[in-house]
């Protein structure tokens, strides 16, 4: 069966600072990755996503990107964080054009 | 743009009861309709709808789309404070990812 691996769980991290946050997919290949990101109050936004090695797309500019070095596994990432760059970062994956996505279990991330 | 609307925000009801969350949505890339249920962490799916008028069930839950209005509702019946959760509508389905709206906050009391 399909899982997904995200981590850390919870991170504080001082402004300046730089990020890393990592996901992987087990069971299945070639899937979509997302990084969606839920700020307190807000509904989840789509940061970016990929539907293959080295490719990625990004939604809304800001402060972070992203990378897929290996088929079932996406960073995101930031060289300076913001305070804005705070709240719950959420991975996710899906197979084809048409089906539901499967999310992993999050980082709440605290900019100080 | 697109523009995913929930309502209502929040919702206090008694167990038991049975409630109605709504989604109307304006996407550009529309494929289906997902259902997600989110309690502490990682949304956990429970419907995806393509065809209008067709309901889906899954126990005390069922859902519906209606791709003429553009909109969908989410019906819990004999709610259980298990229930209590934010529940979040997102049309879209394509590789190019999914549109949330900011989810209903439904709270079941005792």
């Known amino acids: 069966s399909q899982t997904i691996h995200q981590w850390p769980a919870t991170l504080v991290q001082p402004v300046g600072s730089p990020l890393s946050l990592e996901c992987t997919v087990e069971?299945?290949?070639?899937?979509?990755l997302y990084w969606y990101r839920q700020a307190a109050g807000r509904g989840l936004q789509l940061l970016f996503y990929?539907?293959?090695?080295?490719?990625i797309s990004s939604e809304v500019p800001q402060n972070l990107s992203a990378s897929r070095p290996q088929d079932r596994q996406f960073i995101l990432s930031s060289k300076k964080l913001l305070l804005s760059d705070s709240g719950f970062y959420l991975c996710?994956?899906?197979?084809?054009?048409?089906?539901?996505?499967?999310f992993g279990q999050g980082t709440r991330l605290t900019v100080v | 743009e697109d523009k995913v609307v929930q309502s209502p925000l929040s919702l206090v009801v008694h167990e038991g009861d049975t409630v109605t969350l709504n989604c109307s949505y304006e996407v550009t890339n529309f494929r289906s309709l997902l259902w997600y249920k989110q309690e502490k962490k990682a949304p956990t799916f429970l419907f995806m709808l393509?065809?209008?008028?067709i309901e889906k069930k899954s126990g005390r839950l069922s859902s519906i789309l209606d791709k003429k209005e553009l909109f969908s509702i989410l019906n819990i019946t004999a709610t259980q404070t298990g229930d209590s959760a934010v529940y979040l509508c997102a049309p879209g389905g394509g590789a190019d990812g999914l549109t949330f709206g900011k989810g209903t906050h439904l709270i079941i009391q005792p």
């Open positions: 996710a994956w899906s197979i084809g054009g048409n089906t539901e996505a499967f």
């Open positions: 990929s539907v293959g090695i080295g490719q």
């Open positions: 393509t065809s209008s008028g």
């Open positions: 069971g299945t290949s070639n899937p979509n």
